[in-house]
């Protein structure tokens, strides 16, 4: 399982656009790219998930570079509630996810 | 769609006792489902993969006499923390994971239940 690294904790401003980026530098060929939300005392929340380039939804854009070592969460125009532990999580199809430390967002007023 | 509860959201045992928590999957049905425990700041760690129908594979170090899993049905997973002690004081998290779920899911994504919050006096 490729191992990830993550900022422990970040911090932005109401309105902002939030950029997260992780790790992945043993990244195998199958591997996709998973982000989850996690808020306290409640379950991890799927945001996102890609292979490569960019993937987009109605909450946040994920950015691959090409050799895929890397990848950016990116959240537009955060708000308080965002606040949250942010997980990148790398494995293939079948393979169980290892969960690093993640990233703290807190947002501020 | 793609919904997992558990029950109960959290539960206060004194030490000793045993503890069931329950994960359903109440749209679609799971083969298999995933225990986690998460300690305050700290990240989820995986306790054991639950297969439906079959023995579930726990993480190392993790004891399974301890921590009894049964996935009896496509829809139902238990976690019994047996003699429970102070140190198994923590937040348990199961997930489900679905293959392509059409409309709903990412392949290989897992979906979270709510959490049950445990505290052994």
């Known amino acids: 399982l490729a191992k990830t690294t993550q900022p422990i904790s970040m911090d932005s401003y109401e309105g902002q656009e939030v950029n997260i980026t992780c790790s992945h530098n043993n990244i195998a060929t199958n591997d996709y790219i998973t982000w989850y939300q996690q808020f306290p005392s409640q379950g991890p929340r799927f945001i996102i998930q890609g292979y490569k380039t960019k993937v987009t939804n109605e909450v946040a854009s994920l950015f691959i570079p090409a050799d895929r070592k890397s990848s950016t969460l990116s959240l537009p125009r955060v708000s308080l509630s965002d606040t949250a532990v942010y997980y990148c999580?790398?494995?293939?199809?079948?393979?169980?996810?290892?969960f690093g430390p993640g990233t703290r967002l807190s947002v501020l007023p | 769609g793609a919904v997992v509860s558990q029950h109960p959201s959290w539960v206060i045992c004194k030490s000793g006792t045993s503890v069931k928590i329950e994960c359903r999957s109440l749209d679609f049905q799971a083969t298999t489902m995933f225990w986690y425990r998460q300690f305050p700041k700290q990240s989820l760690m995986l306790m054991a993969t639950?297969?439906?129908?079959?023995?579930?594979?726990?993480e190392q170090g993790v004891e399974k006499d301890k921590f009894l899993i049964n996935h009896a049905s496509l829809t139902l997973s238990t976690l019994t923390v047996t003699s429970a002690h102070p140190e198994d004081s923590s937040f348990y998290i199961c997930?489900?994971?679905?293959?392509?779920?059409?409309?709903?899911?990412?392949?290989?994504?897992?979906?979270f239940g709510p959490g049950t919050r445990l505290t052994v006096l």
């Open positions: 639950s297969n439906e129908g079959s023995k579930a594979t726990y």
């Open positions: 997930s489900a994971r679905v293959w392509g779920l059409a409309g709903v899911s990412n392949d290989n994504e897992q979906f």
């Open positions: 999580l790398v494995g293939d199809y079948g393979q169980n996810f290892v």
